[in-house]
Structures are given as C-alpha cells and as structure tokens.
C-alpha cells in the first residue's frame, strides 16, 4: 500500500540545522510531487516546501526560503529537507505528502492529500 515515513526530526538549538528524510513505498515515486508540511499547537498546517516529480520545480513557504532545501533521490525513492539556520519557530511536526491525482507537479498546498506521520522537530537552547 501506499506509504510515507519521515525520519531525522530531534532537537536542535537555534542556529543549527537538521535534515529530515521522507521515504517513499506502495507507488511509482518517479511520478509524484512530494511536499513537506509542517503544524504546531494552535496553529493550522503550513506548507513548507514541495518539488516535482523529475526535481525541475522547487517551492517554498516565504517563512523558510534561503534556509531550508528540498531534494530528492528517485533511485532512493527518498525526499529530503535540509534546514539550516533553524528558528525556535520553526519547532513542529513535519509531514511529507503527496497529490495522488496531479501526480507529477506542484500545483497548490491543498492539493496534497496523501500525509506521512510526521517527525517532531524541536528548536530550543
């Protein structure tokens, strides 16, 4: 079946970085946009970053640009995000997900409807 696990959450003080992974199984990964979310306490889920399916296209929320980086390895069936400069207020739960009806793009946050569990990143000194 279809499957997304995120691991490489854990704590980190400000400043430094993490790089979560999403794993991929149960579908043909080559041909699906895979994006990261993420969602705090009180807060409704924001969408971090997404790339296409071939990597052509990257996006990402305005809060992380020039910090964090998506990537992908197909071979690997693996997404990643490296985050870099981490923020306490960057401290939530990211998911991965994928659009199972757009398949190979990036074409808006809500059309994300496949989630991971989530991973728990926390910034804190």
């Known amino acids: 079946q279809v499957e997304l696990v995120e691991s490489g959450g854990g704590l980190v003080q400000p400043g430094g970085s993490l790089r979560l992974s999403c794993a991929a199984s149960g579908f043909t990964f080559e041909d699906y946009a895979i994006a990261w979310f993420r969602q705090t306490p009180g807060k409704e889920r924001e969408g971090v970053s997404c790339?296409?399916?071939?990597?052509?296209?990257?996006y990402y929320g305005d809060s992380v640009k020039g910090r964090f980086t998506i990537s992908r390895d197909n071979a690997k069936n693996t997404v990643y995000l490296q985050m870099n400069s981490l923020k306490p207020e960057d401290a939530a739960v990211y998911s991965c997900?994928?659009?199972?009806?757009?398949?190979?793009?990036?074409?808006?946050?809500?059309?994300?409807?496949?989630w991971g569990q989530g991973t728990q990143v926390t910034v804190s000194s």
């Open positions: 997900a994928t659009d199972l009806v757009t398949k190979y793009f990036c074409s808006s946050w809500s059309a994300f409807n496949y």
């Open positions: 790339i296409s399916s071939d990597s052509g296209n990257a």
